[in-house]
C-alpha cells in the first residue's frame, strides 16, 4: 500500500510524519501547517519563524499547499512509531533546552553535545561517544608515554636534559592538537559567544601549559635561571596531554551515563508492536504494517499479542496487561465496549477491536511526546544554577590570574612556575559542568521513572512544586468515582411518563460526551426507545445542557440550571433528595420551561480511592471535594471517605473561585479532575494533575496526568518529587562543595600551613569524575522506592 503526497508530512516542530486528516492545523504564511499534537502545534503559533524553516517544515508546507483544502475522512492515517524519522529529528542540548537545531552538533553556551530530543530505536550509536572513544584511545598510550618520561626521565638518562623535551613535545603534540581539538573548539565558541563555561576554562588551561612548554622547548633562552632544573627549563607536557585524556575519559562515562536517562522513553517506544491483525471487508485477515492501520478498522488480537493501538472491544473477552503504561501490576478485565490502550499486553483470550486512535493520537505516542518534553524543561532550581555558572567561570579565571601572579611575586622558586601551575590546577578544577548537570540529569531520570508509574510530569517545575503542596481538591466523577455511571431510575413528574422523560433525556444527551449523559443514553437505548436528532444543542457547563427536541425546548441539569431557567422543583424535591441520600446524582428535566421529571444515576466510588485518600491524607494533605452533583450527594460520597470539605452543584468558575480563595489563604494548591468544566481550574491550581481516563482537554490543562485515572497516583508523584528535588539539592551541594574545596586547594592557600599542592593531572581527574558522580547519583531515582508501591 502507498503512501499518499498528504501522507507524507512532517511536523515542523518534531519532525514526526502526520497526516492531513490530524486534527492539529494552523495557517501561517500563507500555508497550512499540521502538527502531531496540541503540544507541538503551541510551540508553532509561539515561534512561527523558528521552526517554518526547517526540512521537516518544508516537507509540511510543500505537501500542505499542493493539497490545500483536502482531507480524508476515511481515515487517520498518521505514522505509526513515536519516534521521529532521521531527516526530521531535532537536536538539544541537556542543560539548554531551549537550544534546538535539525542537525548535530555543540551547545552554543555550554558546549555540550546536542542530543535528540527524542532518541531513536534505531539508531544506538553516539557519534560524540564514538568520535571522542576513538581519540581517547588512540592517545592514551603518548599521554602515558609523555608522564613517564616526565616523572622518570631523568632517572633513566635516556636523553639528554633538552632532548627530552623535544621528544615529550612531538609526542604530546598529537594528543593536544587532535585529541584536544574538540575542547579548543569549544572554549572559542564559548568566548565568541560570550558564554563562559567548562571549556572555558580547561581551553585556557591546557593552553597555557602547552603553549609554556613549547616556548621552553623552542627558546629555553627567553627564560630565567631560576626556571632551570635537571639541565633544562621545566615543561609541562605531560600535564597538558594528561588532562586532555582525563578530560575524554570524563566525558566517556558521561555520555554513558546520560545515555541511560533516555532509557525509559527508548523502553516506551520498544512497547510498540509492528504489525497488526486487520480483519477486512470479506472477512479475510492479513497482517499488515502497523502504519497502515486506519481509523475504524476491525482488529484481532490474538492471545499473547500485544494491542495494535487505542480502540474498543467489539467481540471476546480478556484480560489485559496495562502495567508497561499505567503502572497497575493487576492485568484489567476487558469485555465487549470496553476501551483497549495501545501496546498493552492482551491475556489468554481473543479479542476483536475497533481502531479509534492511531499514530500520533495514541496514549503511547502521547506519553512518548509529554515524557520527552518534561525531560527538556528547566526546573526553578535549575534556572538558579544556570545564572550561578555563568558567573561562577568569570569569577574561576580571576582567582586563577591572582593565583599566577600572587605565586609568581610572593611564592618560593622558581615562583612563576609555582605560579603557572597552579593557575591551571585552578582552571581544571573549577570545571562547572557538575553544577549544569546537577538538576536536568534528576529531571530526566525523574520523568521517565514517572512514566513508567503511570503518572506523567508536564514539565520539571510541577516535579519541583508538587512536594509544597498542603491542599488537594477533587472533583468527584471520574476522579472518586468509577465515571462510568450507571442509570437508575426515571421519574415522571404530573403529565409524563418515566419512559418519555428517559425519551427526551436521552435524545438531548445524544450530543454530550459526560459519562452520566452516556449513562441515559445506553439505558434508553437498551428498553429499545427511538432516539431523535436534537435540533440545537449548548453545554452548560457543569450545571447541564439546554436544546430543542421534536420542536420542544428542553433543559437537563441540576437545580442551578433549573433556577436560572425559572423551573420551580418542589413537586419532586423529597424524591429526589432521598435518591441523593444514596449517593446517587440527580438531573431534573424541563420541557418548554415545565419540570418533567427527575433521572438518577448512581457512580460507584473506584475501588482504589479509600486508600489513596487515606495515603493523602497519611501525607499531611487537607482534601476538598468540588462537584457539580447536588450538595446532598456531594456529602454521602464525602462521609464514606472521610473528605474534609465539600462543595455542591458547583460551576467551572465556582471551582476556579475556591482554587484562588485557597491561594490567598497561604495553601499551596493541587487540583485533580478529569472533565472540561475543571480545566479552568487544573490551569490556575498551583499543579493541576488530569485523570489519563478524562478528556484531552483536562489534560492538556494540567501539568500532571495519571494515566489510569487513580488517585493512588497521586502518592507515587508525590513520593517522586520528593526524591528528585532530594536528589537535585545533593548534586548541587556536591557540585557547589567540590568547588569550594577544591579552588582553594588547587590555587596553593594550604601550602603555608600543609604544604598541600594539587598537580593539575589530579585536578583533571577530580573534574571528570565529579560530572559523572553526579549523573550516576541521578540514576539512583530509577530505584527509589516510591509511595503507594
Given at each position: 500500500?502507498?503512501?499518499?503526497?498528504?501522507?507524507?508530512?512532517?511536523?515542523?516542530v518534531?519532525?514526526?510524519?502526520?497526516?492531513?486528516?490530524?486534527?492539529h492545523?494552523?495557517?501561517?504564511?500563507?500555508?497550512?501547517?499540521?502538527?502531531c499534537?496540541?503540544?507541538c502545534?503551541a510551540?508553532?503559533?509561539?515561534?512561527?519563524?523558528?521552526?517554518?524553516?526547517?526540512?521537516?517544515?518544508?516537507?509540511n508546507?510543500?505537501?500542505?499547499?499542493?493539497?490545500?483544502g483536502?482531507?480524508?475522512?476515511?481515515?487517520?492515517?498518521a505514522?505509526?512509531?513515536?519516534?521521529?524519522?532521521?531527516?526530521?529529528?531535532?537536536y538539544?542540548?541537556?542543560?539548554?533546552?531551549?537550544?534546538?537545531?535539525?542537525?548535530p552538533?555543540?551547545?552554543?553556551k555550554?558546549?555540550?553535545?546536542?542530543?535528540?530530543?527524542?532518541?531513536?530505536?534505531?539508531?544506538?550509536?553516539?557519534?560524540?561517544?564514538?568520535?571522542?572513544?576513538?581519540?581517547?584511545w588512540?592517545?592514551?598510550?603518548?599521554?602515558?608515554?609523555?608522564?613517564?618520561?616526565?616523572?622518570?626521565?631523568?632517572?633513566?638518562?635516556?636523553?639528554?636534559?633538552?632532548?627530552?623535551?623535544?621528544?615529550?613535545?612531538?609526542?604530546?603534540?598529537?594528543?593536544?592538537?587532535?585529541?584536544?581539538?574538540?575542547?579548543?573548539?569549544?572554549?572559542?565558541?564559548?568566548?565568541?559567544?560570550?558564554?563562559?563555561?567548562?571549556?572555558?576554562?580547561?581551553?585556557?588551561?591546557?593552553?597555557?601549559?602547552?603553549?609554556?612548554?613549547?616556548?621552553?622547548?623552542?627558546a629555553?633562552?627567553?627564560?630565567?635561571a631560576?626556571?632551570?632544573?635537571?639541565?633544562?627549563?621545566?615543561?609541562?607536557?605531560?600535564?597538558?596531554?594528561?588532562?586532555?585524556?582525563?578530560?575524554l575519559?570524563?566525558q566517556?562515562?558521561?555520555?554513558?551515563?546520560?545515555?541511560?536517562?533516555?532509557?525509559?522513553?527508548?523502553?516506551?517506544?520498544?512497547?510498540?508492536?509492528?504489525?497488526?491483525?486487520?480483519?477486512?471487508?470479506?472477512?479475510?485477515?492479513?497482517?499488515?504494517?502497523?502504519?497502515?492501520?486506519?481509523?475504524?478498522?476491525?482488529?484481532?488480537?490474538?492471545?499473547?499479542?500485544?494491542?495494535?493501538?487505542?480502540?474498543?472491544?467489539?467481540?471476546?473477552?480478556?484480560?489485559?496487561?496495562?502495567s508497561?503504561?499505567?503502572?497497575?501490576?493487576?492485568p484489567?478485565?476487558?469485555?465487549?465496549?470496553?476501551?483497549?490502550?495501545?501496546?498493552?499486553?492482551?491475556?489468554?483470550?481473543?479479542?476483536?477491536?475497533?481502531?479509534?486512535?492511531?499514530?500520533?493520537?495514541?496514549?503511547?505516542?502521547?506519553?512518548?511526546?509529554?515524557?520527552?518534553?518534561?525531560?527538556?524543561?528547566?526546573?526553578?532550581?535549575?534556572?538558579?544554577?544556570?545564572?550561578?555558572?555563568?558567573?561562577?567561570?568569570?569569577?574561576?579565571?580571576?582567582?586563577?590570574?591572582?593565583?599566577?601572579?600572587?605565586?609568581?611575586?610572593?611564592?618560593?622558586?622558581?615562583?612563576?612556575?609555582?605560579?603557572?601551575?597552579?593557575?591551571?590546577?585552578?582552571?581544571?578544577?573549577?570545571?562547572?559542568?557538575?553544577?549544569?548537570?546537577?538538576?536536568?540529569?534528576s529531571i530526566?531520570?525523574?520523568?521517565?521513572?514517572?512514566?513508567?508509574?503511570?503518572?506523567?510530569?508536564?514539565?520539571?517545575?510541577?516535579?519541583?512544586?508538587?512536594?509544597?503542596?498542603?491542599?488537594?481538591?477533587?472533583?468527584?466523577?471520574?476522579?472518586?468515582t468509577?465515571?462510568?455511571?450507571?442509570?437508575?431510575?426515571?421519574?415522571?413528574?404530573?403529565?409524563?411518563?418515566?419512559?418519555?422523560?428517559?425519551?427526551?433525556?436521552?435524545?438531548?444527551?445524544?450530543?454530550?460526551?459526560?459519562?452520566?449523559?452516556?449513562?441515559?443514553?445506553?439505558?434508553?437505548?437498551?428498553?429499545?426507545?427511538?432516539?431523535?436528532?436534537?435540533?440545537?444543542?449548548?453545554?452548560?457547563?457543569?450545571?447541564?445542557v439546554?436544546?430543542?427536541?421534536?420542536?420542544?425546548?428542553?433543559?437537563?441539569?441540576?437545580?442551578?440550571?433549573?433556577?436560572?431557567?425559572?423551573?420551580?422543583?418542589?413537586?419532586?424535591?423529597?424524591?429526589?433528595?432521598?435518591?441523593?441520600?444514596?449517593?446517587?446524582?440527580?438531573?431534573?428535566?424541563?420541557?418548554?420551561?415545565?419540570?418533567?421529571?427527575?433521572?438518577?444515576?448512581?457512580?460507584?466510588?473506584?475501588?482504589?480511592?479509600?486508600?489513596?485518600?487515606?495515603?493523602?491524607?497519611?501525607?499531611?494533605?487537607?482534601?476538598?471535594?468540588?462537584?457539580?452533583?447536588g450538595l446532598?450527594?456531594?456529602?454521602?460520597?464525602?462521609r464514606?471517605?472521610?473528605?474534609?470539605?465539600?462543595?455542591?452543584?458547583v460551576?467551572?468558575?465556582?471551582?476556579?473561585?475556591?482554587?484562588?480563595?485557597?491561594q490567598r489563604e497561604?495553601?499551596?494548591?493541587?487540583?485533580?479532575?478529569?472533565?472540561i468544566?475543571?480545566?479552568?481550574?487544573?490551569?490556575k491550581?498551583?499543579?493541576?494533575?488530569?485523570?489519563?481516563?478524562?478528556?484531552?482537554?483536562?489534560?492538556?490543562?494540567?501539568?500532571?496526568?495519571l494515566?489510569?485515572?487513580?488517585?493512588?497516583?497521586?502518592?507515587?508523584?508525590?513520593?517522586?518529587?520528593?526524591?528528585?528535588?532530594?536528589?537535585?539539592?545533593?548534586?548541587?551541594?556536591?557540585a557547589?562543595?567540590?568547588?569550594?574545596?577544591?579552588?582553594?586547594?588547587?590555587a596553593?592557600?594550604?601550602?603555608?600551613?600543609?604544604g598541600?599542592?594539587?598537580?593539575?593531572?589530579?585536578?583533571?581527574l577530580?573534574?571528570?569524575?565529579?560530572?559523572?558522580?553526579v549523573?550516576?547519583?541521578?540514576?539512583?531515582?530509577?530505584k527509589?522506592?516510591?509511595?503507594?508501591?
Amino acid at each position: 500500500m502507498s503512501l499518499t503526497r498528504s501522507e507524507e508530512l512532517k511536523d515542523p516542530v518534531c519532525g514526526m510524519a502526520v497526516s492531513e486528516s490530524s486534527g492539529h492545523h494552523t495557517d501561517h504564511a500563507g500555508r497550512r501547517w499540521t502538527f502531531c499534537s496540541s503540544m507541538c502545534k503551541a510551540k508553532f503559533d509561539a515561534e512561527p519563524g523558528r521552526y517554518s524553516e526547517s526540512p521537516a517544515a518544508s516537507a509540511n508546507a510543500d505537501g500542505a499547499h499542493a493539497h490545500h483544502g483536502h482531507h480524508s475522512h476515511a481515515s487517520d492515517h498518521a505514522a505509526s512509531a513515536p519516534a521521529p524519522a532521521a531527516a526530521g529529528t531535532i537536536y538539544t542540548c541537556p542543560m539548554h533546552p531551549e537550544i534546538r537545531q535539525d542537525r548535530p552538533g555543540t551547545c552554543p553556551k555550554c558546549g555540550m553535545a546536542l542530543e535528540p530530543v527524542l532518541p531513536s530505536l534505531e539508531d544506538d550509536d553516539n557519534p560524540e561517544l564514538r568520535d571522542f572513544s576513538r581519540r581517547f584511545w588512540w592517545t592514551l598510550p603518548l599521554s602515558v608515554v609523555v608522564m613517564l618520561l616526565a616523572m622518570f626521565g631523568h632517572r633513566w638518562h635516556l636523553f639528554e636534559a633538552g632532548t627530552q623535551s623535544w621528544v615529550e613535545l612531538v609526542l604530546t603534540l598529537p594528543v593536544v592538537l587532535w585529541a584536544g581539538w574538540p575542547f579548543f573548539e569549544r572554549g572559542w565558541q564559548s568566548v565568541v559567544n560570550r558564554s563562559p563555561n567548562m571549556w572555558t576554562l580547561i581551553g585556557l588551561g591546557t593552553g597555557a601549559a602547552f603553549v609554556y612548554s613549547v616556548v621552553a622547548t623552542v627558546a629555553p633562552g627567553v627564560f630565567p635561571a631560576s626556571f632551570v632544573s635537571m639541565g633544562r627549563v621545566n615543561v609541562y607536557f605531560e600535564a597538558a596531554a594528561v588532562i586532555i585524556s582525563l578530560t575524554l575519559l570524563g566525558q566517556l562515562l558521561e555520555l554513558r551515563a546520560r545515555s541511560q536517562t533516555s532509557a525509559a522513553i527508548k523502553s516506551l517506544l520498544g512497547l510498540s508492536p509492528k504489525t497488526a491483525r486487520r480483519i477486512n471487508a470479506d472477512g479475510s485477515e492479513a497482517d499488515v504494517p502497523l502504519d497502515h492501520v486506519h481509523v475504524g478498522d476491525r482488529l484481532r488480537v490474538r492471545p499473547g499479542e500485544k494491542v495494535p493501538v487505542d480502540g474498543v472491544v467489539l467481540e471476546g473477552r480478556s484480560s489485559v496487561d496495562e502495567s508497561m503504561l499505567t503502572g497497575e501490576p493487576v492485568p484489567v478485565s476487558k469485555r465487549e465496549g470496553d476501551h483497549l490502550i495501545g501496546a498493552t499486553l492482551n491475556g489468554s483470550g481473543a479479542l476483536v477491536m475497533r481502531s479509534e486512535r492511531v499514530g500520533s493520537q495514541t496514549m503511547l505516542s502521547q506519553i512518548v511526546q509529554m515524557v520527552s518534553s518534561a525531560q527538556r524543561s528547566r526546573a526553578p532550581m535549575q534556572r538558579m544554577a544556570d545564572g550561578v555558572a555563568g558567573w561562577f567561570v568569570l569569577a574561576v579565571v580571576a582567582i586563577a590570574v591572582l593565583t599566577f601572579f600572587g605565586w609568581g611575586l610572593f611564592g618560593p622558586q622558581p615562583s612563576w612556575v609555582f605560579g603557572l601551575i597552579n593557575a591551571v590546577s585552578v582552571l581544571i578544577i573549577a570545571c562547572p559542568c557538575a553544577l549544569g548537570l546537577a538538576t536536568p540529569m534528576s529531571i530526566m531520570v525523574a520523568t521517565g521513572r514517572g512514566a513508567t508509574q503511570g503518572v506523567l510530569f508536564r514539565d520539571a517545575a510541577a516535579i519541583e512544586n508538587l512536594r509544597k503542596v498542603d491542599t488537594l481538591i477533587v472533583d468527584k466523577t471520574g476522579t472518586l468515582t468509577e465515571g462510568r455511571p450507571a442509570f437508575e431510575r426515571a421519574i415522571g413528574a404530573e403529565g409524563f411518563s418515566d419512559d418519555q422523560v428517559l425519551h427526551l433525556a436521552a435524545s438531548l444527551d445524544q450530543g454530550s460526551e459526560h459519562p452520566l449523559a452516556d449513562a441515559i443514553v445506553r439505558q434508553a437505548r437498551e428498553r429499545g426507545l427511538a432516539l431523535e436528532a436534537p435540533e440545537t444543542f449548548e453545554s452548560g457547563s457543569g450545571i447541564g445542557v439546554r436544546g430543542r427536541v421534536a420542536g420542544q425546548s428542553l433543559a437537563l441539569g441540576n437545580t442551578v440550571l433549573m433556577e436560572q431557567a425559572g423551573v420551580s422543583v418542589q413537586a419532586l424535591a423529597d424524591q429526589a433528595e432521598a435518591l441523593r441520600q444514596g449517593g446517587a446524582s440527580v438531573m431534573y428535566l424541563a420541557v418548554d420551561g415545565r419540570l418533567a421529571g427527575l433521572l438518577a444515576v448512581s457512580d460507584p466510588v473506584k475501588t482504589s480511592t479509600p486508600e489513596a485518600l487515606a495515603a493523602l491524607h497519611a501525607a499531611g494533605l487537607r482534601i476538598v471535594m468540588a462537584t457539580g452533583d447536588g450538595l446532598s450527594t456531594a456529602q454521602a460520597v464525602a462521609r464514606r471517605l472521610g473528605i474534609d470539605e465539600v462543595h455542591g452543584e458547583v460551576q467551572p468558575a465556582d471551582k476556579l473561585a475556591l482554587v484562588e480563595r485557597l491561594q490567598r489563604e497561604g495553601r499551596v494548591v493541587a487540583m485533580a479532575g478529569d472533565g472540561i468544566n475543571d480545566a479552568p481550574a487544573l490551569a490556575k491550581a498551583d499543579v493541576g494533575i488530569a485523570m489519563g481516563t478524562g478528556t484531552d482537554v483536562a489534560m492538556n490543562s494540567a501539568q500532571v496526568t495519571l494515566v489510569k485515572g487513580d488517585l493512588r497516583g497521586i502518592s507515587i508523584a508525590l513520593g517522586l518529587s520528593d526524591a528528585t528535588v532530594g536528589n537535585m539539592q545533593q548534586n548541587l551541594g556536591f557540585a557547589l562543595v567540590y568547588n569550594g574545596l577544591g579552588v582553594p586547594l588547587a590555587a596553593g592557600l594550604l601550602y603555608p600551613f600543609t604544604g598541600w599542592l594539587l598537580s593539575p593531572m589530579f585536578a583533571a581527574l577530580a573534574m571528570s569524575l565529579s560530572s559523572a558522580s553526579v549523573v550516576g547519583n541521578a540514576l539512583r531515582l530509577r530505584k527509589k522506592r516510591l509511595g503507594a508501591q
